[in-house]
């Protein structure tokens, strides 16, 4: 479907000679290494990596965006947000360091956007320490500018970064307060409205960990979500989302696995919601550069394996 | 040192130190040098680390020592500020909270929070080569509550809740072959795609835990099976691969994309 709608980018937008340009430098320079390959030539591997440079730089300097039709497992996570009444309690945890910001700091964004959107209150933590700053980076991104009306302590909360890893979630899962006295701004808890019912983790309603490294998604899964039944999706970096794919959909709600997943996220947020139309989707935008390296990588295995079966079939390869 | 190897230091220099004027002089704010500067200084450690691609070189080992050193100083000071400041001192005097100035919690003293203390003095005492053992006394403590503590939590998630999600219909909201037919589809929640993923992860499983049994020979039908273990566990080898491809060109687009918005800014 991908690669559908990659060559009707390429036909349609003909006029868009710089793309054109590009993916015939980059296809005409595969189709000549292939047939370098079947002339027994080998591929340096500094020739890879810059095709791989080369796919990834054209989409971003010339848009090449697709739309997105949101995966059951990711529709989970947003069927479970929409369903949640009105001045629901939702955890977001950042989980993640700059590091996986690229993937998954734009689900970070998103869910905070459906969840202030559908009237939902927020707490923010953090179990790793850089998670910090990324969360800084949610509130100058989306909330000032797209929700100023939306009052801290009232809306929203930062308990901010807590060290202890999974220690921190077994004693947040019988008092919030034992753990974070005060928010990030030094404010007591029993002075912050938002946690006027909540006590512990169970009086949450939903429970999002945005993440991909360790403590994350599964020390949630294991002190937090089975011990107490509560509901909890996860949005993680690509590389541990096979992982995490078992847990659904009994122990997960949802998943954004990687920047598909959060793609897939960001064009639902978009269809459904018109006040987000000219939101930033930076997700959806990666995702240009990630399916032509994806093809470009399908076809330097092509050549690679052109190049190992022809050396069998001459005896050379040991 | 080479001829060429000073000129290209030189070039590097030049361009960085020309690229962070430029920038000072075109930002806006209130420190448009420093910021400058700042962005600057990313760029040339990302094409610095980026380099080694090519080579090994010099620039690269720069930027991998730098990133090792500041590493390890931020994870010390944060250590402390976080464990020792944020979580120990609130709850242990409120003179040296005020010192600290971090809020002191009231009635959560407890004679106890001394032992932690005493732990982390324990473990430093590996620097020392006569009382290096003592260390070992707290590092058994660290092993001994964090396996008690994993082992119930993992023994419910991760295997008994496990086996529960396994144990699944083969046919899902069966009601006859001519409700089947008359409500067909291929959608990915349709009723054949749920009974299809339900024998997947059913066969899977099997054949899965067949091909780690080594108690039997593989041969005949359970060595069928066997090898069907085998083509499951590529899959999932592939799956993961492909997720990690998709990780790591995630990243590279992060990067890339900082050097043309922030740096050159030849995008918006």
Known sequence: ?318 | MKKSTIIIFALVVLVFIASWILKGSTNEGDSPYLQGFLVTLAAFLTLAIMSFLYKDNPYYKFAEHLFVGVSAAYWMCLGFWSTIVGNLIPRLSRGMSDFFQVPYIEGDYNFFFVIPIIFGVLLLMRLSPKGGWLSRWPLAFIVGTTAGLNFVRYLRSDFIKQIYSTIIPLVVEWKGFGAFFSDFTLSATGQLALMGTNIVIFIGVICGLIYFYFSKEHTGLFGRASRVGIWILMITFGASFGYTVMGRISLLVGRITFLFKDWLEIIN
């Open chain 1, 1 to 318: 479907m991908m690669v559908h709608n990659l060559i009707s980018t390429i036909l349609i937008t003909g006029e868009n000679i710089g793309v054109t340009v590009s993916l015939a430098v980059i296809f005409g320079g595969l189709a000549w290494l292939m047939y370098r390959s079947i002339k027994g030539r080998e591929v340096d591997r500094r020739v890879i990596f810059l095709f791989i440079f080369v796919a990834v730089a054209t989409p971003i300097i010339f848009t090449i965006t697709f739309e997105f039709k949101a995966t059951p497992i990711v529709r989970a996570l947003y069927d479970k947000i929409e369903s949640l009444p009105e001045n629901s309690t939702v955890l977001l945890s950042y989980d993640f360091d700059p590091a996986m910001a690229p993937e998954v700091q734009p689900m970070a964004n998103a869910l905070t956007r459906h969840c202030l959107a559908k009237g939902h209150k927020i707490v923010y933590m953090c179990l790793f320490a850089t998670g910090q700053g990324q969360l800084e980076r949610t509130f100058r991104e989306v909330i000032r500018p797209e929700f100023a009306d939306k009052v801290d302590g009232i809306d929203y909360v930062n308990l901010g970064y807590k060290a202890g890893n999974e220690g921190v979630l077994n004693v947040i899962i019988t008092d919030f307060q034992k753990m974070f006295p005060t928010d990030v701004n030094t404010v007591p808890y029993d002075s912050i409205p938002i946690f006027n019912n909540i006590k512990s983790c169970k009086d949450l309603d939903f429970i999002v960990s945005i993440g991909g490294g360790r403590p994350g998604i599964k020390e949630w899964i294991l002190f937090v979500g089975d011990p107490g039944d509560i509901p909890i999706a996860a949005g993680v970096a690509a590389v541990v989302a096979p992982q995490l794919y078992p847990y659904y959909p009994n122990q997960l709600l949802g998943l954004l696995g990687g920047v598909k997943g959060a793609a897939e996220y960001e064009n639902t947020l978009k269809d459904n919601y018109p006040r987000f139309e000219n939101s930033d989707t930076p997700a959806i935008k990666m995702m240009g550069p990630q399916t032509l390296a994806h093809i470009v990588i399908m076809l330097f295995i092509i050549i690679g394996n052109i190049l190992y079966f022809r050396e069998k079939r001459l005896g050379k390869h040991k």
